[in-house]
């Protein structure tokens, strides 16, 4: 029944910085918790951060953590990533996805975009 749909993506040189949205359609977007992740090609799809109903708690992969921020509207439906001081290992599709679980790997979370795909240049 939600819709996700990711924006934002592009390809940026290493340091650059590039803000990722997630628009929600369906459903009570502020009921659930929301994440991001990612995937690089043959790797596994991974946590990158999620953030609480109503904003209040955020966590993060630890590779990220001061670089990158996620952060909500609710009045909006949205969910944002904001990603500063990209690195070439940040080279991935990014999913947005909603929550139906209290932990971080991709079977905690039922609903999901198809993704954005974010390039970072060396």
């Known amino acids: 029944q939600v819709q996700l749909v990711e924006s934002g993506g592009g390809l940026v040189q290493a340091g650059g910085s590039l803000r990722l949205s997630c628009a929600a359609s369906g459903g009570t977007f502020s009921r659930y918790a929301m994440g991001w992740f990612r995937q690089a090609p043959g790797k596994e799809r991974e946590f990158v951060a999620a953030i609480s109903r109503s904003g209040g708690n955020t966590y993060y992969k630890d590779s990220v953590k001061g670089r990158f921020t996620i952060s909500r509207d609710n009045a909006e439906n949205t969910v944002y990533l904001q990603m500063n001081s990209l690195k070439p290992e940040d080279t991935a599709v990014y999913y947005c996805?909603?929550?139906?679980?209290?932990?971080?790997?991709?079977?905690?979370?039922?609903?999901w975009g198809q993704g954005t795909q974010v390039t970072v240049s060396s």
């Open positions: 996805a909603r929550s139906r679980g209290s932990g971080t790997s991709p079977a905690d979370f039922g609903s």
